[in-house]
T-cell receptor, first 115, second 114 residues
Framework: DQQVKQNSPSLSVQEGRISILNCDYTNSMFDYFLWYKKYPAEGPTFLIS?????DKNEDGRFTVFLNKSAKHLSLHIVPSQPGDSAVYFCAASEAGGTSYGKLTFGQGTILTVHP | DTAVSQTPKYLVTQMGNDKSIKCEQNLGHDTMYWYKQDSKKFLKIMFSYNNKELIINETVPNRFSPKSPDKAHLNLHINSLELGDSAVYFCASSHGTHVGYEQYFGPGTRLTVT
């Protein structure tokens, strides 16, 4: 039972265009969401996060949108650069004290940005 | 300066053997985690320690035993290795256990059981 799903295994985008990565979740207790980026042979690195009290969070070229009613979030990268080519993981957590920071990850989307 | 390091990076071993993976963080964090990335690429949490105390213990076979000798180290010992244990294992650390505390990941250890 995968509570966080990234239904697109891969995405290919031209440099300078927008990349949109999608993520769906099923657990209504999730109230904090994160995106991690992973290069080959490295561990995931934190990219951006959003709390359920917001519907948008922006950090430079990266914006995360949250639609709680649809249990859906997306990561927008504008403009996309070749260095953005990586695997992007969506993750979710419950803010309650018993979660102890536990993250539930999706299976990742491979983004390829072509020059 | 490596923030979260794991050794070894690659581990190839035969079924039935016992092996350990070591993790060290130099970030001064008090919480450490072990994740397993399976063949379907999902990253799943296995264990978490906060100040050397076990706080998360997911449904993991008891052949897997974490050990935290101090706050900077969290090792993973696996007994009687099975083919299904083949995966990439990631260690991570964070400043605390509350959401919003970014988790820093190590580079991973690719375990192959033959």
């Amino acid at each position: 039972d995968q509570q966080v799903k990234q239904n697109s295994p891969s995405l290919s985008v031209q440099e300078g265009r927008i990349s949109i990565l999608n993520c769906d979740y099923t657990n209504s207790m999730f109230d904090y969401f994160l995106w991690y980026k992973k290069y080959p042979a490295e561990g995931p690195t934190f990219l951006i996060s959003i709390s359920s009290i917001k519907d948008k969070n922006e950090d430079g070229r990266f914006t995360v949108f949250l639609n709680k009613s649809a249990k859906h979030l997306s990561l927008h990268i504008v403009p996309s650069q070749p260095g953005d080519s990586a695997v992007y993981f969506c993750a979710a957590s419950e803010a309650g004290g018993t979660s102890y920071g536990k993250l539930t990850f999706g299976q990742g989307t491979i983004l390829t940005v072509h020059p | 300066d490596t923030a979260v390091s794991q050794t070894p990076k690659y581990l190839v071993t035969q079924m039935g053997n016992d092996k350990s993976i070591k993790c060290e963080q130099n970030l001064g964090h008090d919480t450490m985690y072990w994740y397993k990335q399976d063949s379907k690429k999902f990253l799943k949490i296995m264990f978490s320690y906060n100040n050397k105390e076990l706080i998360i213990n997911e449904t993991v076979p008891n052949r897997f035993s974490p050990k935290s000798p101090d706050k900077a180290h969290l090792n993973l010992h696996i007994n009687s290795l099975e083919l299904g244990d083949s995966a990439v294992y990631f260690c991570a650390s964070s400043h605390g256990t509350h959401v919003g505390y970014e988790q820093y990941f190590g580079p991973g250890t690719r375990l192959t059981v033959t």
